[in-house]
């Protein structure tokens, strides 16, 4: 197994549901990269690989949506999918760079939604953590074992 293979597997089994869609979408921002590069070199072998590569991820983001609990969002993003799947089709029949760009573009807009979703979850979770009782008692100035610390910053 290489580093880079090792790495990525690391980082997935640590990940929250959110981070994980983050990492597709940039899995498959990646992939369209190497989709652009692969037109402007006539490299249809590489081009036809990652396209059917980001239309796997694809298929398994759409696959995750729940309907019951994800309401509006996740039927726009299911139709989302359903758009981008024919774009990424469109792409391997006829291939332009501009495709590929407009795609990365939008793929940018919705993986910075879901950076957003995640950061105002954490900031939820550290609210909810602050607001629990802390273990670590505050210093009351009577401690026997409080060792004085002379700091000049």
Same mark, same amino acid.
């Given at each position: 197994?290489?580093?880079? $293979?090792?790495?990525?597997? +690391?980082? #997935?089994?640590?990940?929250?549901?959110?981070?994980?869609?983050?990492?597709?979408?940039? $899995?498959?921002?990646?992939?369209? @990269?190497?989709?652009?590069? +692969?037109?402007? %070199?006539?490299?249809? @072998?590489?081009?036809?690989?990652?396209? @059917?590569?980001?239309?796997?991820?694809?298929?398994?983001?759409?696959?995750?949506?729940?309907?019951?609990?994800?309401? %509006?969002?996740? %039927?726009?993003?299911?139709?989302? /999918?359903?758009?981008?799947?024919?774009?990424?089709?469109?792409?391997?029949?006829?291939?332009?760079? @501009?495709?590929?760009? !407009?795609?990365?573009?939008?793929? #940018?807009?919705?993986?910075? +939604?879901?950076?957003?979703?995640? #950061?105002? !979850? %954490?900031?939820?979770? *550290?609210?909810? +953590?602050?607001? *629990?009782?802390?273990? #670590?008692?505050? /210093?009351?100035?009577?401690?026997?074992?409080?060792?004085?610390?002379?700091?000049?910053?």
């Amino acid at each position: 197994m290489n580093i880079r $293979q090792s790495y990525r597997e +690391a980082a #997935v089994q640590g990940a929250s549901p959110v981070e994980l869609a983050i990492r597709l979408y940039e $899995q498959m921002i990646e992939d369209l @990269r190497q989709v652009s590069n +692969a037109i402007e %070199k006539g490299d249809i @072998r590489l081009r036809t690989n990652r396209i @059917r590569h980001a239309l796997l991820v694809l298929g398994y983001l759409q696959s995750a949506l729940d309907f019951e609990r994800g309401g %509006k969002v996740a %039927k726009d993003l299911d139709h989302f /999918y359903d758009v981008l799947r024919g774009n990424l089709v469109q792409l391997q029949f006829h291939p332009s760079r @501009r495709g590929a760009a !407009q795609l990365i573009t939008d793929l #940018v807009l919705i993986r910075e +939604a879901w950076i957003e979703v995640d #950061v105002t !979850q %954490k900031s939820a979770e *550290k609210a909810a +953590a602050g607001a *629990k009782p802390s273990a #670590v008692r505050p /210093y009351s100035g009577d401690d026997s074992d409080h060792v004085p610390m002379n700091w000049q910053g």
